[in-house]
């Protein structure tokens, strides 16, 4: 079981940047797939984005491709996700989740491991 912890979500004006990150606890970081989700008040919770093991791999949900970026630092167990040109249909509770499977997955129920999730509000 890995341990997760989200820090970095705040209160930003639109258009601005955000970097979230995510620690994780557990002596094997380098083998899991790490993802990013995000749930929004009253809707359900949606991928953002993935990223495998070594970082060679990456998908993202097509509502944040081309402004957000997900990597990660093996040596410090974090996966981050750079979030540039932040919108307020961005608002939404973000979580970090680990996987052991290989692919850069973007199937929430694949995910065994998840943190306790970052607020990040966007205003308009």
């Known amino acids: 079981q890995v341990q997760l912890a989200e820090s970095g979500g705040g209160l930003v004006q639109a258009g601005v940047s955000l970097r979230l990150s995510c620690v994780a606890t557990?002596?094997?970081?380098?083998?899991?797939?790490m993802g990013w989700f995000r749930q929004a008040p009253g809707k359900e919770r949606e991928f953002v984005a993935a990223?495998?093991?070594?970082?060679?791999?990456?998908d993202y949900g097509d509502s944040v491709k081309g402004r957000f970026t997900i990597s990660r630092d093996n040596a410090k167990n974090t996966v981050y996700l750079q979030m540039n040109s932040l919108k307020p249909e961005d608002t939404a509770v973000y979580y970090c989740?680990?996987?052991?499977?290989?692919?850069?997955?973007?199937?929430?129920?694949?995910?065994?491991?998840w943190g306790q999730g970052t607020q990040v509000t966007v205003s308009s």
């Open positions: 990223i495998t093991w070594s970082g060679s791999i990456t």
């Open positions: 989740a680990a996987t052991l499977r290989g692919a850069a997955v973007t199937t929430q129920e694949f995910y065994a491991d």
């Open positions: 557990t002596r094997t970081f380098s083998r899991y797939t």
